[in-house]
C-alpha cells in the first residue's frame, strides 16, 4: 500500500523528486506493463500502448496519418 500524502511531502522536504521524475516513473511503468503484456496477453496492451504515446508525445490521429 501507499505511505499517504503526508509521508511523502516530508520525504521530499529532505530529499526531493529530481527534475523529470514523471517521465522516468512512467517509463519505470512501461517496463512493467510491457513484461505483463508478453506474459499475459492483450489484457495489457491499451495501458502500454498509450504509455508509449505518452512518452513519444505520438498520438492516434498522427499515427494514422503516419506521422508524429
Do not use: C, I
Not at 512493467?32 to 508478453?38: D, S
Amino acid at each position: 500500500g501507499d505511505m499517504g500524502p503526508s509521508f511523502h511531502a516530508a520525504y521530499q522536504s529532505v530529499l526531493p523528486l529530481a527534475r523529470g521524475h514523471e517521465q522516468r516513473l512512467k517509463l519505470y511503468q512501461l517496463f512493467h506493463y510491457l513484461n505483463h503484456w508478453n506474459h499475459f496477453g492483450d489484457n495489457y496492451r491499451s495501458s502500454s500502448v498509450r504509455l508509449m504515446r505518452e512518452l513519444t508525445g505520438v498520438t492516434t490521429t498522427a499515427m494514422r496519418a503516419g506521422r508524429r
